[in-house]
């Protein structure tokens, strides 16, 4: 991968075994993710991964040594995963999806009210990017 200087190519491989995906289409989450995970860090506001994207996430982050480097060299922070088991209010937020007619990251701002992932496995009904300073 050309996004970092770290090897992310083993993470890349488990993936593309652990869901079944081709090397090619498991480096395309990846290049969304790291997008999805760039907004994550900048944005005021809270993301939250779609299905594919969220998958790839869980995916990096148990690799905890290479995915906090990354988050440290990229962001200069680390990016918390917040499963979020129910939603009683609308949170404005931004929903991201991998759009696979672009192969990229799709993302709008919009009031998030329902679960829009399963938590890849994880068996949360959603989940979020949390600014660490935050008291999420």
């Known amino acids: 991968m050309t996004t970092t200087s770290l090897n992310v190519e083993q993470v890349i491989n488990r993936y ?3 869901y079944s995906v081709s090397l090619e289409q498991s480096e395309r989450h990846f290049h969304a993710l790291f997008d999805f995970l760039k907004l994550a860090a900048t944005s005021d506001k809270p ?3 779609d299905k594919t994207i969220d998958n790839a996430w869980h995916t990096f982050i148990i690799h905890t040594k290479l995915y906090s480097t990354y988050c440290s060299n990229q962001f200069k922070k680390f990016i918390h ?3 979020i088991d129910k939603i009683e209010q609308p949170i404005e937020g931004y929903l991201c999806s991998f759009d696979s007619d672009t192969n990229s990251l799709f ?3 919009t009031p998030v009210t329902q679960a829009v992932c399963d938590g ?3 068996n ?3 989940c ?3 600014d660490p300073s935050s008291d999420n």
């Open 16 to 18: 593309s075994k652990e």
């Open 107 to 109: 993302y709008k701002l």
């Open 128 to 130: 979020a990017s949390v």
């Open 124 to 126: 949360c009904s959603s």
């Open 120 to 122: 890849g496995g994880g």
């Open 81 to 83: 995963h917040n499963p």
């Open 47 to 49: 993301c939250f991964p």
